[in-house]
């Protein structure tokens, strides 16, 4: 990854690193151990843990990590809504410039947040940057060697401008959260934050070798196959809230059974729960119906 040099201090932005999180405490130390080996300035950043409602030991973590932290680690609660809803609980506590979104079961490298800052400086007319997910490896749930979990990437070899960004990695400037609006919060799941991205129609910076580590690895089959589930759900509402139909493709399901079992592969159950979530979320929704559930339908 390229750096910013800290001798360039005076010109560079301040960040606010946003982790929604909800009910993974465990889960959330280890991001928050990830972060503490950034070799960006200490007075330019901050972290802040949206929790999402949570009722296990999340605060205690926090609390515990920011006591060992060189730079402030700061504790924002709100109700349980979804990851949109944390967003934004986040957003609204942060001090940055700049806001880097990760989430909770993710790693970055040392370099990443000197790398954001980089890029945001090189192009100040860019609404923001974000890079893909690398598989954490070492899985509990065996899968093919074509197969990487935890990975998902941008069609893109090199830096380039694009109209979008992951989730789990990406960085938006402040002042384009205040003129687009905040995080739709009807919507949770797979696509919550592309419903966003449509709205902003700005050029963000995609670079490939902005990366971070999705620690998938950690989770079991069945809290995958959850997990998935759930985040297959919020396809079609995401579809709707973009003014698109959405169409599920269930006959994906028994090719990818097979190829869980024709190669021992549990990434192929992982995405057959991914695409029933979406197939049972569009028949409660009234299948091809282009109305837009109210929110109150729309939060499960």
Same mark, same amino acid.
């Given at each position: 990854?390229?750096?910013?040099?800290s001798?360039?201090?005076?010109? @560079?932005?301040?960040?606010s690193?946003?982790?929604?999180?909800?009910?993974?405490?465990?889960v959330?130390?280890?991001? &928050? *151990?990830?972060?503490?080996?950034?070799?960006?300035?200490?007075?330019?950043w901050?972290?802040?843990v %949206?929790d999402?409602?949570?009722?296990?030991?999340?605060?205690?973590?926090?609390?515990? =990590?920011?006591?060992?932290?060189?730079?402030?680690?700061?504790? %924002?609660?709100?109700?349980?809504?979804?990851?949109?809803?944390?967003?934004?609980?986040?957003?609204?506590?942060?001090?940055?410039?700049?806001?880097?979104?990760?989430?909770?079961?993710?790693?970055?490298p040392?370099?990443?947040? +000197? =790398?954001?800052?980089?890029?945001?400086? %090189?192009?100040? *007319?860019?609404?923001?940057?974000?890079?893909?997910?690398?598989d954490g490896?070492?899985?509990?749930?065996?899968? =093919?060697?074509?197969c990487?979990?935890? +990975?998902?990437?941008?069609?893109?070899?090199?830096?380039?401008?694009?109209?979008? @960004?992951?989730?789990g990695?990406?960085?938006?400037?402040?002042?384009?959260?205040?003129?687009?609006?905040?995080?739709?919060?009807?919507?949770?799941?797979?696509g919550?934050?592309?419903?966003?991205f449509?709205?902003?129609?700005?050029?963000?910076?995609?670079?490939?070798?902005?990366?971070?580590?999705?620690?998938?690895? *950690?989770?079991? &089959?069945?809290e995958?196959c959850?997990? $998935?589930?759930?985040?297959?759900?919020?396809?079609? @509402?995401? +579809?709707l809230?973009r003014?698109?139909?959405?169409?599920?493709?269930? *006959?994906?399901?028994?090719? $990818?059974l097979?190829?869980?079992?024709?190669?021992? =592969?549990?990434?192929?159950?992982?995405?057959?729960?991914?695409? @029933?979530?979406?197939?049972?979320?569009?028949?409660?929704?009234?299948?091809?119906?282009?109305?837009?559930?109210?929110?109150?339908?729309?939060?499960?």
């Open positions: 990854m390229s750096e910013v040099q001798g360039a201090s005076p010109i @560079l932005p301040f960040l690193v946003i982790i929604p999180t909800w009910n993974r405490a465990d959330l130390r280890k991001t &928050l *151990e990830s972060l503490l080996t950034q070799d960006y300035p200490r007075d330019r901050e972290v802040v %949206a999402d409602g949570s009722t296990d030991h999340t605060a205690a973590v926090t609390a515990e =990590c920011a006591a060992r932290a060189r730079v402030p680690i700061r504790y %924002a609660r709100g109700k349980h809504a979804g990851t949109n809803e944390a967003r934004n609980t986040g957003i609204a506590v942060a001090q940055g410039d700049a806001l880097v979104f990760l989430d909770d079961d993710e790693n970055a040392p370099t990443h947040l +000197a =790398c954001i800052a980089g890029h945001l400086v %090189a192009r100040p *007319e860019i609404a923001g940057v974000g890079g893909p997910y690398r490896g070492n899985s509990r749930v065996p899968t =093919c060697p074509r990487e979990p935890g +990975a998902a990437r941008l069609p893109f070899d090199t830096i380039t401008d694009s109209w979008q @960004l992951f989730g990695n990406m960085t938006i400037r402040r002042h384009v959260i205040a003129e687009v609006g905040p995080f739709d919060t009807s919507l949770s799941g797979r919550d934050e592309t419903e966003w449509a709205r902003a129609t700005r050029n963000f910076v995609y670079d490939p070798e902005l990366y971070i580590h999705h620690r998938r690895n *950690e989770m079991s &089959l069945g995958q959850r997990a $998935q589930f759930r985040q297959g759900r919020g396809k079609p @509402l995401s +579809a809230k003014g698109r139909r959405y169409r599920p493709r269930p *006959e994906l399901i028994p090719r $990818q097979a190829h869980a079992f024709r190669h021992w =592969c549990g990434h192929g159950i992982v995405a057959a729960a991914r695409e @029933l979530g979406a197939t049972y979320e569009w028949l409660r929704l009234g299948c091809s119906s282009s109305r837009v559930p109210t929110r109150s339908r729309a939060r499960s």
